[in-house]
Nanobody, 124 residues
């Protein structure tokens, strides 16, 4: 069964850092594009960052560029999201997702498998 399990969320203050992890049971993890999305209450799910299978190519939403870093360890079937200089506007449930394609997508509909989400709350 395909599974993605996120961890690392929590309650922090503005300016703090958090690192989210997503462990995949996908047999083909190393050939997937992995992405992070977030959804705040009353808002649509939005793209945060994605990383290609090689780990060399990444893409970010403008709102997190320069503050967040996505990385992956294919040997551990794990993708990470390092979040620095957190802001209250970053408060959301963060989801890990896998895309069975070599092409980028920032559309949630372009991802095939999702984790259950982890809550990140940033207080001012």
């Amino acid at each position: 069964q395909v599974q993605l399990v996120e961890s690392g969320g929590g309650l922090v203050q503005a300016g703090d850092s958090l690192r989210l992890s997503c462990v995949a049971s996908l047999r083909t993890f190393s050939s997937n594009i992995m992405g992070w999305f977030r959804q705040a209450p009353g808002k649509e799910r939005e793209f945060v960052a994605a990383i290609a299978w090689s780990g060399d190519d990444t893409t970010y939403a403008d709102s997190v560029k320069g503050r967040f870093t996505i990385s992956r360890d294919n040997a551990k079937n794990t993708v990470y999201l390092q979040m620095n200089s957190l802001k209250p506007a970053d408060t959301a449930v963060y989801y890990c997702a896998a895309r069975a394609s070599i092409y980028w997508s920032g559309n949630p509909g372009g991802y095939d498998t999702w984790g259950q989400g982890t809550q990140v709350t940033v207080s001012s």
